[in-house]
């Protein structure tokens, strides 16, 4: 029953964190054992304490394990299917082309951040996880990095304001944010962002 409920409800390469497996009439106790049970016995594989994982076959028949990676993905950008985080800082700022500096610790914004700002470890790989300022869901996910973007753009960004807001512009109308989406959540942030604003020239949908 319990591998049936695992098989059924993930995916092989999928992360499956211990606290997210809620099963009607057993115990955390109880799932526990029968984590660990599956595990003694290589039905399913534990990552680190907490995270297990159905492993893929590769073409060589191979058991492959997860990345570090795919568990924060998993955990604190899209958990079982939903939006809940979004990566931030100059981690976005890299990934969109404003900085080409590599960061050495990813930054992600998230729901299930532990503390408004933490320093994670998975399987000895260090992210920094923050708290949003409001709750993430598909709706404003990409309103929030745009404007989480903008409000430390004068720390993140190598390039110049003007490219800056064209690099944005290009972002918020690949994803279809609207003025009325930013109105909607801009007064979470400090001051300074109408600055950057400003001095980026951005745009956006305007309905």
Excluded: W
């Excluded at 009439?25 to 029968?34: D, F, K, L, Q, T």
């Excluded at 595990?39 to 060589?60: C, H, M, Q, S, W």
């Excluded at 570090?68 to 299917?81: D, L, P, Q």
Aim: glycine share 6%; with cysteine.
């Amino acid at each position: 029953m319990f591998m049936d409920y695992i098989v059924q409800n993930y995916k092989d390469g999928e992360p499956i964190f211990l606290t997210d497996i809620s099963i009607e009439g057993m115990s955390e106790e109880n799932i526990r054992y029968h984590l660990k049970r599956l595990t003694d016995i290589g039905k399913i594989y534990r990552f680190e304490a907490g995270v297990y994982y159905l492993p893929k076959t590769n073409i060589l028949g191979e058991k492959t394990t997860i990345s570090a990676e795919t568990v924060a993905i998993n955990k604190y950008i899209v958990r079982r299917g939903k939006q809940v985080g979004f990566y931030s800082g100059y981690t976005f700022a890299n990934r969109i082309g404003l900085s080409t500096q590599v960061p050495m610790v990813e930054e992600i914004t998230s729901n299930f951040a532990p503390a408004q700002v933490r320093e994670v470890n998975i399987k000895n790989r260090k992210f920094i996880i923050r708290r949003p300022v409001t709750g993430i869901t598909e709706e404003n996910v990409y309103t929030l990095q745009f404007l989480d973007c903008l409000k430390d753009i004068d720390k993140s960004a190598e390039v110049d304001m003007n490219e800056c807001g064209r690099i944005l512009t290009q972002f918020a109308q690949s994803h279809s944010i609207t003025k009325a989406q930013v109105d909607m959540l801009i007064g979470h942030y400090p001051m300074k962002i109408y600055k950057a604003i400003y001095e980026t020239g951005v745009k956006y949908v305007s309905a």
